[in-house]
């Protein structure tokens, strides 16, 4: 169950959309919790990653630990990149972020089923040079609009 969170975290470094969704059950559930952006299936999700990679080509995830209990991979380690592209109709500072992630995947049958995924929000947007009542705003819209 690991290597198919290792796979997954990889390909995402690489900005990789089809082979992170290889990983993913079709009915995949995503949540980035701190964007309060969830997508039901790979659809959405290929959707979701498609604009995310726009606004951070160079994402990167690194996993300093993984633990699996039952169904489900827990892990932390760090994730950064560099807004280079508009995300959620907030234009790109061309600054980046390195921050702490914990995150939850619930695998079944050897494919994430559920990803759970959480990070500091404002202190990405204290990073980016953002406003984080701003960006809030614009991510309240953008998901109002989808």
Same mark, same amino acid.
């Given at each position: 169950?690991?290597?198919?969170?290792?796979?997954? $975290? *990889?390909?995402?470094?690489?900005?990789?959309?089809?082979? $992170?969704?290889?990983?993913?059950?079709?009915?995949?559930?995503?949540?980035?919790?701190?964007?309060?952006?969830? =997508?039901? %299936?790979?659809?959405?999700?290929?959707?979701?990653?498609?604009?995310?990679?726009?606004?951070?080509?160079?994402?990167?995830?690194? $996993?300093?630990?993984?633990?699996?209990?039952?169904?489900?991979?827990? %892990?932390? %380690?760090?994730?950064?990149?560099?807004?280079?592209? =508009?995300?959620?109709?907030? *234009?790109?500072?061309?600054?980046?972020?390195?921050?702490?992630? =914990?995150?939850? @995947?619930?695998?079944?049958?050897?494919?994430?089923?559920?990803?759970?995924?959480?990070?500091?929000?404002? @202190?990405?947007? *204290?990073?980016?040079?953002?406003?984080?009542?701003? =960006?809030?705003?614009?991510?309240?819209? @953008?998901?109002?609009?989808?």
């Amino acid at each position: 169950m690991e290597s198919t969170v290792r796979a997954y $975290a *990889e390909a995402k470094s690489r900005a990789d959309t089809g082979a $992170a969704l290889a990983q993913c059950h079709p009915g995949v559930v995503i949540e980035t919790v701190p964007f309060r952006a969830v =997508a039901h %299936g790979t659809a959405e999700a290929e959707r979701q990653f498609a604009g995310f990679f726009r606004a951070f080509p160079d994402y990167r995830v690194r $996993a300093d630990y993984l633990r699996t209990a039952g169904d489900l991979v827990v %892990g932390s %380690g760090t994730i950064s990149a560099t807004m280079r592209g =508009a995300l959620a109709g907030i *234009e790109p500072t061309g600054k980046s972020f390195e921050l702490p992630f =914990a995150c939850h @995947w619930q695998v079944r049958d050897g494919l994430i089923a559920h990803e759970r995924f959480f990070f500091d929000f404002h @202190w990405m947007c *204290e990073q980016l040079g953002l406003s984080t009542d701003e =960006a809030g705003k614009r991510f309240t819209e @953008w998901r109002e609009a989808a």
